[in-house]
């Protein structure tokens, strides 16, 4: 067993931290198994319960592991990892994973578009939309809520079957795909609502979408709003650096 040297200039909190992220790496436990307990922990390692608490912060904000009070440390589920270069419905994304996608429809309504949605979808002044209101769910694990906004002129009815992929019934009741998508992520907390469709506590960390999905030729098809659990998803880019002549 690695032990600790308290002769290097590098926080015993850091390298507890570098130990235990090894041995949940290896692969010998999955996601949702029982780790251990601060005060396991603190007597293998022979340092302060803060030092421990530290050590263990890094891990959850490492997405590593789930701190539950009264029950002890669990490795957290693996996060979906979504490569952001590739264009994906939520469906998609879930069945490369060796997932089971799942809707929850909440809602189906025909409504006048927030101006932001408008100018997303580059209506017209008196132009509806079509909003779907869902939770998005893999292995019937609430991951993402979702509020999707289709122009009217689609011809897209509200009693169509909206429990699966979007893009595919777009693609199936208009003949027109999507091609690419203009998305942006920013951090959030769950709160409200959005807590309480995903079932998690208020304040719980999380990732805001916004994403305008076009066809070949450059229309907008649809505007999605959505908040995900951040413990179960995360966005991978590979970035090329520009050079200047």
Do not use: C, W
Not at 42 to 64: C, D, K, P
């Amino acid at each position: 067993m690695q032990q600790l040297n308290r002769e290097l200039p590098i926080p015993l909190y850091y390298q507890i931290f570098q130990m235990l992220e090894a041995e949940i790496l290896d692969g010998t436990r999955k996601s949702g198994d029982y780790y251990s307990t601060e005060l396991e922990l603190q007597e293998r390692f022979q340092v302060s319960r803060a030092t421990i608490r530290n050590a263990l912060t890094m891990l959850e904000n490492s997405g590593h592991i789930n701190r539950i009070t009264g029950k002890g440390i669990f490795l957290a589920p693996e996060k979906l990892k979504v490569d952001l270069p590739n264009l994906l419905s939520f469906s998609e994304e879930m069945k490369r994973r060796g997932m089971t996608p799942g809707s929850r429809l909440l809602a189906v309504a025909r409504m006048d578009p927030p101006k932001a949605v408008a100018t997303a979808l580059a209506l017209g002044q008196e132009e509806q939309v079509v909003l779907v209101n869902r939770i998005r769910t893999g292995n019937q694990t609430p991951i993402v809520f979702s509020q999707a906004y289709l122009p009217m002129s689609l011809g897209m009815s509200q009693a169509l079957d909206y429990s699966g992929s979007l893009y595919e019934l777009i693609q199936q009741q208009t003949g027109r795909s999507v091609s690419e998508a203009h998305h942006v992520i920013e951090g959030a907390v769950l709160e409200g609502e959005s807590a309480e469709h995903l079932g998690l506590d208020a304040g719980f960390p999380a990732l805001r979408f916004h994403r305008t999905a076009f066809d070949e030729s450059g229309r907008p098809l649809v505007y999605e709003d959505g908040i995900i659990r951040a413990d179960m998803y995360s966005y991978e880019i590979r970035l090329r650096k520009g050079f200047e002549s």
